[in-house]
Nanobody
Framework: QVQLVESGGGLVQPGGSLRLSCAAS????????MAWYRQASGKQRELVAQ???????NYADSVKGRFTISRDNAKNTLYLQMNSLKPEDTAVYYC??????????WGQGTQVTVSS
């Protein structure tokens, strides 16, 4: 299965921006559906944004207009641009890859903390 490594998390003030990256192994990244999930302390993991192999995107209502998911198939990398961050965006963010017939894989997660 594909190996996923997230990066780009950190501490940011409310209203600030961060860009998360997810580097994937293998040669068939372009065929994977990809997504970002997040899990806040004491809460269930939730879908943030997803992008299909052909670039169709979908967002949780809570992040629409603030977050942008994208992918660079030449670099085997998934991105999440996060703008206008709020304290409630604080969570561990996970990258997820799925392909029919192979199954899904998770990254190890990266912490995002929004606080003044």
């Amino acid at each position: 299965q594909v190996q996923l490594v997230e990066s780009g998390g950190g501490l940011v003030q409310p209203g600030g921006s961060l860009r998360l990256s997810c580097a994937a192994s293998g040669s068939i990244f372009r065929f994977y559906g990809m997504a970002w999930y997040r899990q806040a302390s004491g809460k269930q993991r939730e879908l943030v944004a997803q992008i299909t192999s052909i670039g169709v995107t979908n967002y949780a209502d809570s992040v629409k207009g603030r977050f942008t998911i994208s992918r660079d198939n030449a670099k085997n990398t998934l991105y999440l641009q996060m703008n206008s961050l709020k304290p409630e965006d604080t969570a561990v963010y996970y990258c997820y890859a799925v392909i029919a017939g192979v199954g899904g894989s998770w990254g190890q997660g990266t912490q995002v903390t929004v606080s003044s």
